[in-house]
């Protein structure tokens, strides 16, 4: 793949050099020190979270993480959050696939316009009508409720991830597949897919990610038994109650799935946005 | 330099997409029905919530009173608003300093990354970690940390012998505190658009620069900023429809302070509904929101017609 | 067989069937009676409802009756309560609200079971319950049209807290009327330069709560003489307003107008700031903090001298039922449980006070408060702001969350030095008189 030379033919000169790892190292402390932080705070205990001056090793406590999973039913939330956010992501490819290659094709716009209606209102818009309508279907509480709630965020991110790497397909191979006499759907799966593979897995991850750390749908809809992680588990800040170093920890442990999964695919994610951002 | 600009256009058939030629293959085939799903399902997802909030509005309600029919009283009301007028330029005040700083050090980011030899997968990674954090939890690490008493950013900066700052709680250069701790979550993820963008762009057009003599900066804002116009427009897309939409981090960390001048439309309509019980108010100021955003969506579109065909 | 005997037996059988079919009244209490049923309860993250959390099973191996609690942050608890009780879902069946900012619009919304006929159904309440053991006032608060809408949980209010140690230090005394709390503020900033001094509440709508006591004292009040009007624009509202703000201003933390009690409670427990008008539910979280059970000491906010008026801040949460909810009567056995003396003295070691006179007068609370002198100075305070606070710092409206709002801005205004204390009371009592 071809990278953009820093200077091809000119050696890079020892200052140049010294500066770009430079801001290298200042771009990753910046990142770094509040996630440091958090992940600190959550083995301290509360009254020591934010003692000034910092004390940066207090003797590490695990009790923070023993109230998240005794306190609150932790596991089981997040079991909920993984189906739900995978159901969405799910949703959103099965669905902007082929609307992408469809949009792509035609070079139109509206569609994909429309589609971002979804993200253009605020959540709270949604919250009441999808309860009453939802509640008269017999659905609330349940994961299809919440998947197809989430599908309304994760269909337009997914479409919109994906139109630039669709747009870099040569029609060329398109026409070509129809002369052969493909059917549409097989020109799809056997000619495009594989070309668009990366995108793909980068509308995955975005999907993922926003769909994991929503919290407003399932506030008003989940059930009991399908409160996701996020809903269930900040709740350690309020009057009479302030608990930092629980809050820290339930953090800490929201966070980690989708970093696990951002981990696992980030190789084709660096190449996937690369690819596809471009032609956009 | 047009001429450079120019020339991948040609050069790169696997690139850019090319203008469309009548022949057999397009004429017949037509694809169409393939989006209908995907828009039919977010169409019947949302048709009823809009229509229910455009109802609505259309009324005086709240809560434990009478509902009764104003038409447009509501928007009218709210056009008249001072607290409403305060709000929607606060969300553009904030929209166009975050949107800006984010584009231009997620660009920055994006270059460093690409010059990045060393373990770029790891660095590349770690890079993505902000976006993923909960917007909630992102809302109180900024509250705590960037505390003028508590905070440990002030302690930070008092040991390099600066003196405290109001960070949120100025009122004046509130938002630009909140649009700071914004593109800390943000940037990263528009550098990475960025680096991908940087990545697939064809060598040979930095070779004719170099033989033009193009380079350095120069060659950065002639031949590299150009040919990243479309990854940089997708980014602001996907930003703008979140930015006008900013709730979490004011909710959470100012309220929407210090008085009213970190409260957005999103928060102004949260609080007209959700702490003021006043529906149909808070309606009107949800679609006007959601106008708004549409009109900057449809900007935006067009400009990507201009860049990218 | 012999008639006689016939009539006989069928007459025994008849008066034993009518006697087996006679009606619930003349049954006794049963705690089992609901067996098996399943109740959700929507609370709000409290120091009440996080013990309740915990205390949960043995409401279930009393009753047989599953709970299901979920426990969420004051805002998005409201936020689905209000979606869930305006869509009318019979979802939730116990929750908890504020009367004294929610109950009036909640009630008119018809959101609340009446409680009434619960507490006089003797089938379904258990014989020591004992209405009148509540404060009237919270009794009162509660009631809305006649209806009793909740039942009290807990009792709260702003209390005066300071650092015996730093005053004793800078040879200050410790402020006996409401007056002497700015001078001694200026005497231990002038005693020790470093020593934070004061901090308090500065969010726009957390300020009306710490700031109440502060007009009430001077001898003001947020309503007009006759009741009707919004009364911010009075002279001696004004003082007390001002002094909030100045206080604030003057020798508060930078920053303060961002600051609610999370802050407020780290810069005491830190031990950076020497007084502050705080919540009595902060008193356990305070008390973690080393050293500060020996130097922290607790009373209600000094009354004003001129005035002679002490009037506190005082109020507590309300459990209530839903008026959707399809299982009223196996709610109300939660809520008469939750609130029954023997689980309000269980509270007491985790910081909630009791809103019953007898819990707070009894060997357990006197047991706790025994064992530390602070903790005694607490429960003295608490029972004082029981007796003669008040749950009503709003202008005359049923819109008092927005009263909040307005209030609170008017004093970060003059906190931040934006308007002077007298045109931005008038200012705000015109945005008050809209809200009529």
Redesign the interface.
């Given at each position: 793949?071809?990278?953009?030379?820093?200077?091809?033919?000119?050696r890079r000169s020892p200052s140049a050099l010294l500066l770009?790892r430079l801001?290298?190292v200042l771009?990753?402390t910046?990142?770094?020190l509040?996630?440091a932080?958090?992940l600190l705070a959550s083995f301290k205990h509360?009254?020591d979270?934010?003692?000034?001056?910092?004390r940066l090793f207090t003797a590490p406590t695990l009790d923070n993480y023993r109230e998240l999973f005794v306190?609150t039913d932790f596991l089981h939330n997040t079991w909920n959050s993984l189906v739900v956010a995978f159901g969405a992501t799910l949703l959103g490819l099965v669905?902007?696939i082929?609307?992408a290659?469809?949009?792509s094709?035609?070079?139109?716009?509206w569609?994909?316009?429309?589609?971002?209606?979804?993200?253009?209102?605020?959540?709270?818009?949604?919250?009441?009508?999808?309860?009453?309508?939802f509640?008269k279907l017999d659905l609330?509480?349940s994961y299809t409720v919440l998947i197809?709630?989430h599908?309304?965020i994760t269909?337009?991110?997914a479409?919109?991830t994906l139109l630039?790497y669709f747009?870099?397909v040569?029609?060329a191979l398109?026409?070509?597949g129809?002369?052969d006499g493909c059917r549409?759907h097989a020109i799809?799966l056997r000619i495009v897919l594989p070309l668009v593979v990366p995108g793909i897995m980068v509308a995955a991850i975005l999907c993922f990610?926003f769909t994991?750390?929503y919290?407003l749908f399932a506030?008003?809809l989940s059930?009991?038994d399908t409160?996701t992680a996020?809903?269930a588990s900040?709740?350690?800040?309020?009057?009479?109650?302030?608990n930092?170093g629980a809050?820290m920890a339930a953090?800490s442990m929201?966070?980690m799935p989708?970093?696990v999964l951002?981990?696992l695919v980030?190789?084709r994610?660096?190449?996937?946005?690369?690819?596809?951002?471009?032609?956009? | 330099m047009k001429s450079i600009v120019a020339a991948p256009a040609a050069a790169s058939p696997a690139g850019i997409a090319q203008r469309p030629h009548p022949g057999l293959g397009q004429r017949s085939l037509s694809l169409a029905w393939m989006m209908w799903p995907a828009v039919s399902f977010v169409g019947a997802m949302i048709v009823f919530p809009l229509a229910y909030a455009v109802w609505i509005s259309l009324y005086d309600a709240s809560l434990g009173a009478e509902p009764r029919f104003v038409g447009l009283g509501n928007y009218l009301g709210l056009l008249r608003d001072p607290e409403f007028r305060n709000a929607f330029k606060v969300t553009w005040l904030l929209y166009a300093a975050a949107l800006a700083m984010q584009l231009v050090l997620g660009t920055w980011l994006g270059v460093v990354l690409n010059g990045v030899r060393w373990a770029r997968n790891l660095v590349c990674t770690i890079a993505i970690t902000p976006f993923m954090l909960p917007p909630v939890v992102v809302g109180m690490m900024a509250m705590v940390l960037l505390d003028p008493s508590v905070g440990i950013v002030n302690w930070l900066i008092g040991l390099i012998g600066m003196p405290p700052q109001l960070w949120l709680a100025h009122p004046t250069w509130v938002l630009a505190s909140v649009a700071l701790v914004d593109t800390w979550q943000w940037a990263p993820f528009v550098a990475l658009l960025v680096l991908g963008g940087l990545q697939s762009l064809p060598v040979s057009v930095f070779e004719a620069a170099e033989v033009d003599g193009v380079i350095g900066w120069r060659r950065f804002v002639f031949v590299t900023l150009p040919l990243l116009g479309p990854t940089l427009l997708t980014a602001a897309v996907l930003r703008s429809v979140d930015l006008l939409r900013f709730f979490d981090l004011v909710f959470i960390a100012t309220r929407g302070g210090p008085g009213n001048a970190s409260t957005t439309m999103n928060m102004y309509a949260y609080q007209q509904g959700f702490e003021f019980s006043r529906f149909g108010w808070a309606s009107a100021s949800m679609i006007t929101l959601s106008l708004v955003v549409l009109c900057t969506v449809v900007v935006f579109a067009r400009l990507r017609r201009a860049v990218s065909w | 067989m012999n008639p006689v005997i016939r009539t006989l037996a069928l007459a025994c059988a008849t008066s034993g069937a009518v006697l087996l079919s006679a009606p619930a009244r003349a049954q006794s209490f049963d705690w089992k009676h609901f067996d098996g049923e399943t109740l959700n309860v929507l609370l709000n993250n409290h120091p009440w409802s996080n013990a309740i959390r915990d205390l949960a099973p043995e409401f279930s191996a009393k009753t047989g009756i599953k709970l299901r609690i979920e426990l969420l942050n004051e805002d998005p608890q409201r936020a689905r309560l209000g979606t869930l009780l305006q869509a009318k879902s019979s979802d939730i069946d116990v929750f908890n609200s504020l009367q004294i900012r929610e109950g009036a619009v909640y009630a008119k919304a018809g959101w609340y079971a009446d409680l009434t006929p619960f507490v006089s159904n003797r089938a379904l309440t258990a014989p020591d319950f004992n209405l009148e053991d509540f404060g009237e006032g919270l009794r009162k608060t509660a009631t809305f049209g006649g209806k009793l809408v909740a039942l009290p949980i807990n009792v709260e209010g702003p209390l005066f807290y300071w650092r015996s140690d730093i005053f004793a230090k800078c040879k200050v005394e410790v402020p006996a009327f409401l007056e002497d709390i700015p001078l001694a503020a200026a005497k231990l900033k002038a005693c020790d330069a470093g020593q934070g001094v004061w901090a308090s509440r500065g969010v726009r709508n957390a300020i009306p709560y710490a700031m109440a006591s502060f007009v009430f004292n001077s001898g003001g009040d947020f309503k007009s003489a006759d009741k009707k009007q919004p009364g911010l624009c009075q002279p001696k509202t004004i003082t007390g307003l001002s002094m909030y703000a100045d206080l604030l201003k003057n020798y508060g933390p930078v920053g303060a107008t961002n600051q609610s009690f999370p802050q407020v409670v780290e810069l005491l427990g830190q031990g950076k700031i020497a007084m502050t008008h705080e919540s009595s539910n902060e008193f356990s979280n305070i008390m973690k903090y080393p050293g500060r059970e020996g130097d922290l000491q607790i009373k209600v906010l000094p009354k004003g001298r001129d005035s002679g008026i002490s009037k506190p801040v005082a109020f507590g949460f309300g459990l209530s039922i839903s008026e959707y909810s399809k299982k009223k009567e196996a709610a109300w056995y939660f809520v008469q449980w939750a609130t029954s003396a023997e689980v309000e003295t269980k509270l007491v070691a985790k910081g909630v006070a009791p809103p019953r006179t007898s819990v707070f007068a009894g060997p357990a609370m006197k047991n706790w408060a025994g064992e530390k002198p602070v903790r005694q100075q607490w429960a003295d305070a608490l029972r004082e702001i029981s007796r003669t606070g008040t749950g009503d710092y709003a202008s005359p409206t049923d819109r008092v969350p927005e009263t909040r709002e307005i209030i609170g801005r008017a004093v970060q205004e003059v906190v931040l030095g934006q308007k002077t204390a007298k045109e931005a009371a008038c200012a705000a009592d015109i945005d008050l008189a809209k809200l009529q």
């Open positions: 793949m071809s990278t953009v030379p820093a200077s091809p033919l000119h770009g801001q290298v771009m990753l910046l990142v770094l509040p996630i932080w958090m509360s009254v979270v934010m003692t000034l001056p910092p306190r669905l902007a082929p609307a290659f469809a949009i094709w035609h070079r139109m716009t569609p994909a316009t429309l589609t971002l209606f979804a993200r253009m209102a605020p959540g709270t818009l949604f919250l009441l009508p999808w309860f009453v309508l509640s609330v509480g197809l709630t599908g309304a269909v337009p991110v479409l919109w630039p747009d870099g040569p029609r398109i026409e070509s129809q002369i549409p799809l990610v994991w750390n919290f506030l008003a059930g009991f409160k996020i809903v900040f709740n350690f800040v309020g009057e009479g109650v302030t930092w809050l953090a929201i966070a989708p970093l951002a981990l980030q190789r994610l660096v190449s996937g946005l690369a690819l596809g951002a471009v032609k956009g | - | -």
